[in-house]
């Protein structure tokens, strides 16, 4: 992978020989150090846009109450405290993520909410989720696939443990499809994110925290493109729509077979 190289990583980022891919474990490591960092970094770089994001992507989810979601790269539960409240409390919501530093924020922002009984996190990778078939309603997923060594093992995952008639929703960043937008978009990624970056490190830290989000923005494929990974991951009525003017995007689509909930078509 382009950039992706053992210096950059780091002498103790180095991902033992393993099942993991070098890619997961340095994914894995950065996001258990910027954890505590996240949620102010994150309003910050997405000049509070995350909010009307999160927004949308709660009309476009069709959560309903008593649904089961499952919120794959769950980082600090903002997916998964959405959904809990969508659910209502008949519903469950489980959190996963591969970072035990984000869980860990995950824990102690719940404690104490009177949402906590709908939702549990758990250490898991998306690429092999440990959750029999057909388990979830709904399958939600925020800023993850673009981190996984395997887009199309996630992708899979998440239809596996959907039921039949179930729904998946993915909000990651895009590709813009208006080059006036593409160009100020991507130049924001290449100078001001890493200067952020620069600024929001820690001493110790081996890598500026942020120095990963560039680069990871190659590893997604533009919207049309993700719609047709999610066709061949088995999801039908595949729909994306853009948000703020195309830098990010929301795929739904619908996993073929009975519905034991009633149909819902896709936004
Ligand atoms: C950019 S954060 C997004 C977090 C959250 N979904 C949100 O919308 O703010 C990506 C998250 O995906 C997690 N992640 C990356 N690769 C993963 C994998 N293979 N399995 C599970 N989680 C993963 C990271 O640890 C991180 O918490």
Known sequence: ?????????????????GSRSGKQAYVEAIFDRIAPRYDRMNRLMTLGLWW???????RLAGIRPGDRVLDVGCGTAELSLLAARETGPGGRVTGVDIAEGMLRVCRQKIAGSPLAGRLEFLRADAQALPFPDGSFDVVVS???????????????????????????????????????V???????????????????????DPLPPYAWLPESLREIPPAPELARRLERAGFSRV??????????AVHTGEKPGRRERGARPPA
Do not use: I, K
Not at 1 to 17: H, I, K, S, V
Not at 182 to 204: Q, S, T
Not at 239 to 248: E, K, N
């Open 1 to 17: 992978m382009a950039g992706f190289d053992r210096e950059q990583r780091g002498a103790e980022l180095t991902p033992g020989e």
């Open 52 to 58: 009307y994001w999160q927004w949308s992507f709660r």
């Open 142 to 180: 925020g800023f993850m696939l673009r981190n996984v060594a395997s887009l199309d093992r996630a992708l899979g995952e998440m239809a596996r443990v959907l039921r039949p008639g179930g729904r998946v929703a993915v909000l990651e960043l895009t590709h813009p499809p208006s080059r006036w």
């Open 182 to 204: 593409a160009a100020p978009y991507l130049a924001y990624f290449r100078h001001v994110v890493p200067w952020l970056g620069r600024w929001a490190r820690r001493e110790g």
């Open 239 to 248: 729909a994306y729509r853009y948000l703020s003017a195309g830098v990010v």
